[in-house]
C-alpha cells in the first residue's frame, strides 16, 4: 500500500484528509507540526507528501525545501495563502502542486493521483537499456522510438 504523509496543524483537516485518501486505499501519517513533519518526511518511506504552508515551527516552504535536497518525490501544498506570490514561491522551491483552502477531497484525491501517475511514467521511461531506437525497459516493457518524428513506441510483454 502507497504511504502518504499529511503535515497540517489543523486537525479535523489532517483527518478529514486522512479518512478520504485511507477510503482510496492509501496508508497515512499525520504531523500537525513544521519539525515533526520534516523530520517523518525525510526519514520515511513516503510516496507524496500533502503539505500546508502556515505551521508552527518550520512553515511548508522550509520544509519543501529541505525534502527537494534528498527526495524526489510529490509534494503538494495547501494553504489559506492564495496570493500568486506564495503559490509561486511554493513552486519554485520544489512543490509539484499548489491548492488553496477551502478545498474538495475529490480534487486533492484526482492531483494526488495524477502527481503519481506522472511520477511512475518518469520511473518507468528512466529505467531502460537501450541500444539505438530500441529500449528494453527493465520493468518488461520494449519500445522503440524514432528521433526526427517524436515516435514512440511501447509493447507490454
Given at each position: ?24 486505499d492509501?496508508?497515512?501519517d ?74 474538495d ?14 511520477v ?5 521511461s ?14 518488461g516493457?520494449?519500445g ?11 509493447l507490454?510483454?
Amino acid at each position: 500500500m502507497s504511504r502518504i504523509l499529511i503535515v497540517e496543524d489543523e486537525i479535523s483537516i489532517a483527518e478529514l484528509e486522512k479518512d478520504y485518501l485511507e477510503l482510496s486505499d492509501y496508508e497515512v501519517d499525520i504531523a500537525s507540526d513544521g519539525e515533526t513533519g520534516e523530520s517523518m518526511a525525510l526519514k520515511g518511506d513516503y510516496v507524496l507528501c500533502i503539505l500546508d504552508v502556515m505551521l508552527p515551527g518550520k512553515d511548508g516552504f522550509e520544509i519543501c525545501k529541505a525534502i527537494r535536497k534528498e527526495k524526489n518525490i510529490p509534494i503538494i501544498m495547501v494553504s489559506a495563502k492564495r496570493d500568486d506570490i506564495d503559490k509561486i514561491r511554493g513552486l519554485g522551491l520544489g512543490a509539484d502542486d499548489y491548492i488553496t483552502k477551502p478545498f474538495d477531497m475529490e480534487e486533492v484525491l484526482a492531483r494526488i493521483e495524477s502527481n503519481l501517475r506522472r511520477v511512475q511514467f518518469e520511473n518507468r521511461s528512466a529505467a531502460c537499456l537501450q541500444y539505438g531506437d530500441l529500449c528494453l525497459a527493465l520493468d518488461g516493457n520494449v519500445g522503440a522510438s524514432v528521433q526526427d518524428n517524436n515516435l514512440k513506441i511501447i509493447l507490454e510483454l
